[in-house]
């Protein structure tokens, strides 16, 4: 089955860390840029980086800029997202996805992982 | 960079008509593709619009999209409204590998 799945949320404090994993399968992930998008509570769609298909092009929103990093290792079919100097308005469900630029017709979402960063 | 404003909600009857707008604040809307991404309460988003008008495998031809320059805005049209259509719409462009997401619109079917 094609599918992405995230994992690594949970609690954490303001200025903690905490390390997001996206596991794909059933395709060649190696091929695909990959992204993540966050939606905080009461909030819309933000996406927060993403990363070109051997790694070596990253991007990442403004907010974000030198805390969060993006990286993959097309061996295991990851993606991960390490989130150090967490704030509290980093809280959020983060989102997965088989999506360069923009979602086409092949993009692909994961089910999402829960983020609280509290003060 | 650019903004992408929506109206933050709509309502409408089911079978009914409904135009979700999506209005760039600079830069020409055909300049980048323009994408619109469903969100049901509870679940993950998914991609039913993308390069402008082309709609993602799966998604009902009751839904439809396009581009205008005079507005410079990119519109979500979804006509015969089913209940399963309540959601929130987001429309989305991007400026070298930046995305610029709209604020979402609420949709209400009732």
């Known amino acids: 089955e094609v599918q992405l799945m995230e994992s690594g949320g949970g609690l954490v404090q303001s200025g903690g860390s905490l390390r997001l994993s996206c596991a794909g399968s059933g395709f060649t992930f190696s091929a695909y840029w990959m992204s993540w998008v966050r939606r905080a509570p009461g909030k819309g769609l933000e996406w927060v980086a993403n990363i070109q298909r051997d790694g070596s092009e990253k991007t990442y929103v403004d907010s974000v800029k030198g805390r969060f990093t993006i990286s993959r290792d097309n061996a295991k079919n990851s993606v991960y997202l390490q989130m150090d100097s967490l704030r509290v308005e980093d809280t959020a469900i983060y989102y997965c996805a088989r999506c360069g630029k923009y979602c086409g017709g092949d993009s692909l979402w994961g089910q999402g992982t829960l983020v609280t960063v509290s003060s | 960079n650019f903004m992408l404003t929506q109206p933050h909600s709509v309502s409408e009857s089911p079978g009914k008509t409904v135009t979700i707008s999506c209005t760039r604040s600079?830069?020409?809307?055909?300049?980048?593709?323009v994408q619109w991404y469903q969100q049901r309460p509870g679940s993950s988003p998914t991609t039913v619009i993308y390069e402008n008008n082309q709609r993602f495998s799966g998604v009902p031809l009751r839904f439809s999209a396009s581009i205008d320059s005079s507005s410079n805005s990119a519109s979500l049209t979804i006509s015969g409204l089913k209940t399963e259509d309540e959601a929130d719409y987001y429309c989305q462009s991007y400026t070298g590998n930046n995305w610029v997401f709209g604020g979402g619109t609420k949709l209400t079917v009732l």
């Open positions: 600079s830069g020409g809307i055909a300049s980048n593709f």
